[in-house]
């Protein structure tokens, strides 16, 4: 059974920080940063959240006025008990429809393979690098999403 993709709410913080410090560890967001961007769901963050009875991946999108065509896919996340079985790809399905007619950024840790595929089989392509972005030094690489029309 596919989990359900639904906008997360006020309920779902405590999830989602616990599977962001999971997903991410030293690099996890706090529960400050986590509550700053709950408070922002209105303005121009969209928080949705893949849910079997309880929440198993999430993707974070800052999603400025139609007035800037870019939009910022800042954080994407599945347990890892849930990788691999579709669920980051129902969650980037879902984030895309969110952005029809704009251009997507993001950026991937240059060893996280597994996630630069995912995003290059949606059609992602790589537009530079942010060398020794992330701690130890590795790369960071920008992907850039624009809808076929």
């Known amino acids: 059974m596919r989990p359900a993709i639904r906008p997360a709410t006020a309920d779902d913080l405590p999830a989602l920080v616990a599977l962001d410090e999971l997903c991410f560890g030293p690099e996890a967001w ?4 986590w509550t700053t961007e709950f408070e922002r769901l209105s303005e121009d963050r969209v928080i949705l959240v893949a849910d ?18 870019v939009v910022e896919l800042l954080r994407i996340a599945v347990t890892p008990a849930e990788r691999r079985t579709g669920i980051g790809g129902q969650l980037t399905t879902a984030a895309l429809a969110r952005c029809a007619g704009r251009t997507v ?10 996630a630069g595929g995912l995003y ?8 530079s690098r942010r060398r020794g972005y992330y701690a130890g030094g590795e790369d960071a690489v920008i992907m850039r999403w624009r809808e076929s029309v």
């Open 120 to 127: 290059k089989s949606f059609g992602f392509q790589e537009i």
């Open 30 to 33: 706090s529960t400050v940063s």
């Open 105 to 114: 950024l993001l950026e991937v840790a240059a060893g996280n393979q597994s």
């Open 52 to 69: 079997e009875g309880a929440a198993v991946g999430y993707v974070v999108l800052l999603v400025p006025p139609v007035t800037v065509d």
